[in-house]
T-cell receptor, first 117, second 112 residues
Framework: GAVVSQHPSWVICKSGTSVKIECRSLDFQATTMFWYRQFPKQSLMLMATSNEGSKATYEQGVEKDKFLINHASLTLSTLTVTSAHPEDSSFYIC?????????????FGSGTRLTVV | GESVGLHLPTLSVQEGDNSIINCAYSNSASDYFIWYKQESGKGPQFIIDIRSNMDKRQGQRVTVLLNKTVKHLSLQIAATQPGDSAVYFCAENRGNTDKLIFGTGTRLQVFP
């Protein structure tokens, strides 16, 4: 139990375009979802926390108008990278927390590799 | 955003040896800690967790030690295997929020 599906697993987009990444909890209701960004050989950096039905809370230094987060249902959160630029190329990972079988409460997706050319 | 660490230290061990991976955390209010394993191109995989009311917890081949006095966490892997090769991260939950903050990772390389 406690599976989080992230889609797509990788995406290449042109500079200036927008990209949407989906994070779905498959067998539980995720009341809270987290979005992380990870650059090569670095740790996971928390970008924002989203609660179902409310606006996301962004970490300091993360542009909310550039990284749009929507958590419209208890099983789906989306991250849209708007007007992407090469420096946005990174590995984006979501995590979900809620009423779930997983005893430790945080379940991670498999990540999305974004390459902006 | 919150992040810790701009470099990735490496620990090299021989197959069959024990591995010890260390982590220093910053917030004395943190009361829940998790160790994750991350393989290349994948999301973090849960290994073991510990709450601040404990100082040791054991799993299958893994042990986590918590020293709250010096804000230090360690992961011990017994009889390390090639399949243990990965990057290991500690993560802390800071008490009054749901946020999970990751520490600097350690790359574990296991040689035959």
């Amino acid at each position: 139990g406690a599976v989080v599906s992230q889609h797509p697993s990788w995406v290449i987009c042109k500079s200036g375009t927008s990209v949407k990444i989906e994070c779905r909890s498959l067998d539980f209701q995720a009341t809270t979802m987290f979005w992380y960004r990870q650059f090569p050989k670095q740790s996971l950096m928390l970008m924002a926390t989203s609660n179902e039905g409310s606006k996301a809370t962004y970490e300091q230094g993360v542009e909310k108008d550039k990284f749009l987060i929507n958590h419209a249902s208890l099983t789906l959160s989306t991250l849209t990278v708007t007007s992407a630029h090469p420096e946005d190329s990174s590995f984006y990972i979501c995590s979900a927390r809620g009423q779930q079988p997983s005893r430790h409460g945080y379940t991670f997706g498999s990540g999305t590799r974004l390459t902006v050319v | 955003g919150e992040s810790v660490g701009l470099h990735l230290p490496t620990l090299s061990v021989q197959e069959g040896d024990n591995s010890i991976i260390n982590c220093a955390y910053s917030n004395s209010a943190s009361d829940y800690f998790i160790w994750y394993k991350q393989e290349s191109g994948k999301g973090p995989q849960f290994i073991i967790d510990i709450r601040s009311n404990m100082d040791k917890r054991q799993g299958q081949r893994v042990t986590v030690l918590l020293n709250k006095t010096v804000k230090h966490l360690s992961l011990q892997i017994a009889a390390t295997q090639p399949g243990d090769s990965a990057v290991y991260f500690c993560a802390e939950n800071r008490g009054n929020t749901d946020k999970l903050i990751f520490g600097t990772g350690t790359r574990l390389q296991v040689f035959p």
